[in-house]
């Protein structure tokens, strides 16, 4: 009996331990995500080395989960061997590498290379944690968060991330220009949090319950990100925008076309009369700024001067991207070996010193040289690539916000340098890769004699 009774408990132990193994494990998951996309990347204890920020510790929490188990171990393993970005990716990891042996730079490998473990662990966890569904839905709770947190942070004229700030050198302090604050949220810059609201703005027209895409799906979410875009002071993440919600209308759904275009309609009506009613006060100036910096920087006219916009800066940024193209054919840049990650990076182009690269294709050419700009261009081709192949294929709704995502932030970091915002177009990434590939086999024989469904005014949240 005594031995009897010891193997029922030892058995009911075990379940019990299993069954909260389990819990423990989804909450790092979830802890793990919201440390990705929420976190700053200030945020997390300080190291000389390598800083453990707070999604970094719950990467090693998470690989620790997966380590210990026999199974996770080999779905993990499966994830590696099964997905094959890394044949793509690993002449980019070969510079990588021996950049970081050849000048002593840790950081010119762990860095990139942690933030395509953050994909992978993605792939993992949607896979065999969340499911898809579950994943979507868990994204776009978080983006509601961090579009009300822009507002509220527009509210008070400080990030209200800042306060986490435990790592130095990384937050930069509130910025102003024109004496308008512009917001940053958790990013280190406000054209780093416009880079991860050009990632956001697709998942607006996602319907993860009947697997559609309408532009409109979400309008209450798609206005707040786009008052947050007006509320970063960022001309390029405007103007990107504007074509990303071109995007995300011209890849709905067709059945969603005429009820799109009596709401646009409307919307732009509205928007129009509101501006002209509140022309004089700060806010329209405001927007009116905006809008006219915009014009300005595309096709060097002086509008924005009306609304004290400053010309001389606009006409001076202009020059300095331009210029930007020389560092191509600097003398002391070595094309073969770039300078890594630890060093900084100065010097004079036709008489102009050079401190900050706001273009990420020519940064990655000045940290990697030619090997590592082209590797990864690459790798972004081939991704967009089979993306446009698969939307072909399955005409997945899926598929069609991932391209519209990846197309505008690739866009985007034309004009800006990643700032550290590689996480969220890899969330793209690993929704595009997890996400289901069937073939799309269109309807046959439907009946004359059924009315169709009228669409024009489907129901929107």
């Known amino acids: 009996m005594g031995n009897t009774a010891t193997t029922i408990n030892s058995g009911k ?10 819990d423990a494990f989804r909450k790092a998951s979830v802890a793990y995500v919201f440390a990705l996309f929420v976190l700053p990347q200030y945020f997390g204890i300080p190291n000389p080395v390598f800083d453990l920020t707070a999604v970094r510790i719950t990467i090693i929490i998470l690989l620790s989960f997966i380590i210990s188990d026999y199974d996770r171990n080999k779905a993990f393993a499966r994830v590696l061997t099964d997905e094959k970005v890394w044949l793509v990716l690993l002449p980019y990891i070969l510079v990588l590498f021996y950049t970081m042996v050849l000048r002593a730079d840790p950081n010119a490998f762990l860095n990139p290379v942690t933030e395509l473990l953050e994909m992978y662990l993605l792939i993992y966890l949607i896979k ?7 994943f979507l839905r868990l994204i776009i709770g978080m983006i509601y968060f961090m579009a009300f947190m822009g507002l509220l942070e527009a509210a008070i004229g400080v990030s209200p991330f800042s306060f986490l700030c435990t790592i130095n050198g990384i937050y930069t302090g509130r910025f102003i220009r024109g004496g308008h604050y512009r917001i940053m949220s958790n990013a280190s810059h406000s054209l780093g949090y416009g880079l991860m609201l050009v990632t956001m703005l697709p998942f607006a ?11 409109l799906r979400r309008p209450i979410l798609l206005t707040i990100l786009m008052v947050n875009i007006f509320l ?30 009596i709401y646009l309609s409307t919307a732009l009506i509205t928007f129009g009369l509101v501006l002209m009613a509140t022309f004089k006060t700060s ?7 905006q809008l006219t910096s915009l014009y300005d920087s ?8 009306a609304y004290g916009g400053d010309v001389a800066q606009l006409k001076s940024s202009k020059a300095y991207r331009d210029l930007l193209e020389e560092i191509f054919h600097v003398d002391w840049v070595n094309p073969i070996l770039g300078i890594g990650r630890k060093r900084g990076f100065r010097t004079r182009v036709n008489g102009r010193t050079i401190k900050s690269i706001d273009n990420f294709y020519i940064a990655e050419f000045v940290r990697y040289a030619y090997p590592g700009m082209y590797t990864y261009i690459f790798f972004l081709v081939s991704m967009g690539f089979c993306m446009v192949r698969d939307f072909i294929k399955t005409r997945s709704a899926l598929v069609r916000m991932t391209i519209i995502g990846t197309a505008i932030y690739c866009l985007n970091i034309k004009v800006v340098d990643s700032l550290q915002t590689f996480k969220y177009l890899y969330i793209l990434f690993a929704i595009y890769i997890c996400c289901d590939k069937t073939a799309y086999v269109p309807q046959k024989n439907k009946s004359r004699y059924i009315k169709k469904e009228k669409h024009y005014f489907a129901r929107y949240k």
Do not use: H, P, Q
Not at 13 to 22: H, P, V
Not at 205 to 215: I, P
Not at 283 to 289: A, D, P
């Open 13 to 22: 132990s075990k379940y019990i331990r299993n069954a909260r193994e389990l």
């Open 283 to 289: 806010f329209g100036n405001y927007i009116m700024l």
């Open 205 to 215: 027209g996602y319907d993860v319950d009947t697997k559609e895409y309408n532009a």
């Open 298 to 305: 595309l096709f060097n006219t002086t509008y924005s001067a």
């Open 232 to 261: 970063t002071g960022s001309r390029s993440t405007l103007g990107v925008s504007f074509a990303e919600i071109f995007l995300m209308f011209l890849l709905s759904d067709l059945k969603y076309l005429k009820a799109n275009i």
């Open 128 to 134: 065999n944690v969340f499911g898809m569904d579950d």
